[in-house]
């Protein structure tokens, strides 16, 4: 009988080590993944691998995906809105090429002060914002578009429309 109870023994220890292991190793992944990386998904990324005992880098790759066919849509949708705009006369074919320029330009933007965007307090947050719609507004000004036509074509990123939205408390 001792055998087994000392079998027992030596199962639990380890079983204990290895659990043990286990938690402080992903622990430390997540740490130095979220350190890391500036995704904000990525602490859910890590938190889904976790969860289901998945490979972390193909949960990132099936988001990323997700994120590039999502943006597709949108600007699928979008393009469909600005050929409608262009079948009422409300722009020109030129000023939708112009639009879909200025989006395209608008989003690399958006990348690439992404990070410097962070370092700022909100004051300057917003002053840099401001900045920004005010070169829109005067952007639009010059290609003759009224941008309050524009309604549900998002110009000031992540869907929150651009200076259209200000004005509107329903909709």
């Known amino acids: 009988m001792k055998l087994p109870q000392k079998t027992l023994l030596v199962g639990g220890i380890l079983g204990t080590v290895g659990v043990s292991a286990l938690v402080g190793g992903s622990m430390a992944s997540a740490e130095s993944g979220t350190s890391t990386n500036t995704d904000p998904m990525s602490s859910l990324v890590g938190k889904i691998a976790s969860k289901f005992n998945l490979n972390q880098a193909d949960v990132q790759k099936v988001f990323d995906e997700e994120r590039t066919a999502k943006d597709a849509e949108r600007m699928a949708q979008q393009s469909e809105k600005l050929k409608k705009l262009?079948?009422?006369?409300?722009?020109?074919?030129?000023?939708?090429?112009?639009?879909?320029?200025?989006?395209?330009?608008?989003?690399?933007?958006?990348?690439?002060?992404?990070?410097?965007?962070?370092?700022?307090?909100?004051?300057?947050?917003?002053?840099?914002?401001?900045?920004k719609k005010a070169s829109l507004e005067a952007w639009a000004k010059a290609q003759g578009i009224d941008l309050t036509k524009l309604d549900g074509i998002s110009m000031g990123g992540r869907g929150h429309g651009g200076s259209e939205r200000a004005d509107k408390t329903t909709e």
């Not at 112009?98 to 370092?119: C, G, V």
């Open 86 to 131: 262009v079948d009422a006369g409300t722009i020109t074919t030129t000023q939708k090429a112009a639009i879909e320029a200025k989006i395209a330009e608008m989003k690399t933007e958006r990348e690439s002060d992404k990070d410097s965007l962070k370092d700022l307090t909100a004051d300057e947050r917003k002053a840099k914002m401001d900045e």
